[in-house]
């Protein structure tokens, strides 16, 4: 299914609790995405990473945190810190290009918060 | 910063008409232009893209076409069918930065 997976495909938690979202890809990618879509938006990018062991913040990085201590994993927290964590989450990976390739997209994570 | 402006953000064509959406990028070393087609609760997928280097694409009926100078890029599906309807995403990627600038979105409504 595009060598990319995110689970859960749906996660529902209390508000004030930490929750994981998991990335795994097996396309041997170097560079890895999170993204935050909300209903009738557009891809916010909360954080990216080139590379193993570094990661760099987007937009909304603010109440996230990730970690990338193996290339095919790039788990996302979402900290009781982020105000409005329902949403849809998306990874993504990419070729290490500087950003000229295509990127693929996992199935996504629908988060709520309540 | 960077931004992509992407416009309408809504369409709605008869079946068998053509539709056109088109963006508009602020970063002059963009190069790498993809669009994406993402139905109802699923995932982004790539349709057709293009790089700074060609001034247009064809796939069967999508065409992609770019204005370095205007820098603005179009996507053009011809023939449109019911199963086109979706969101599409343009971005705009920019060499060394990692970072892919997504439009808003245009939701396709095709109507048989």
């Known amino acids: 299914d595009g060598g990319i997976t995110q689970s859960p495909k749906y996660l529902f938690r209390k508000e004030g609790q930490n929750v994981t979202l998991s990335c795994e890809q097996n396309?041997?990618?170097?560079?890895m995405y999170w993204y935050r879509q909300d209903p009738g938006q557009g891809l916010r990018l909360i954080y990216y990473?080139?590379?193993?062991?570094?990661?760099q913040k987007g937009d909304i990085a603010e109440g996230y945190s990730v970690s990338r201590e193996k290339k095919e994993s790039f788990p996302l927290t979402v900290t009781s810190a982020q105000k409005n964590p329902t949403a849809f989450y998306l990874c993504?990976?990419?070729?290490?290009?500087?950003?000229?390739?295509?990127?693929?997209f996992g199935p996504g994570t629908r988060l709520t918060v309540t | 910063g960077e931004n992509v402006e992407q416009h309408p953000s809504t369409l709605s064509v008869q079946e068998g008409d053509s539709a056109v959406i088109k963006c508009t990028y602020s970063d002059s070393a963009s190069n790498y232009f993809p669009w994406y087609k993402q139905e109802l609760g699923k995932r982004p997928q790539l349709i057709i893209d293009?790089?700074?280097?060609?001034g247009e694409k064809k796939d069967q009926r999508i065409a992609v076409t770019l204005n370095k100078t205007a820098k603005h890029f179009s996507l053009h599906i011809t023939e449109t069918q019911p199963e086109d309807s979706a969101v599409y995403f343009c971005?705009?990627?920019?060499?060394?930065?990692?970072?892919?600038?997504f439009g808003t979105g245009t939701r396709l409504k095709v109507l048989a």
């Open positions: 396309l041997n990618h170097d560079a």
């Open positions: 971005a705009a990627s920019t060499p060394g930065t990692y970072k892919y600038i």
């Open positions: 990473s080139q590379i193993v062991n570094d990661f």
């Open positions: 993504a990976s990419s070729p290490s290009a500087g950003g000229a390739y295509e990127q693929y």
């Open positions: 293009i790089r700074s280097n060609v």
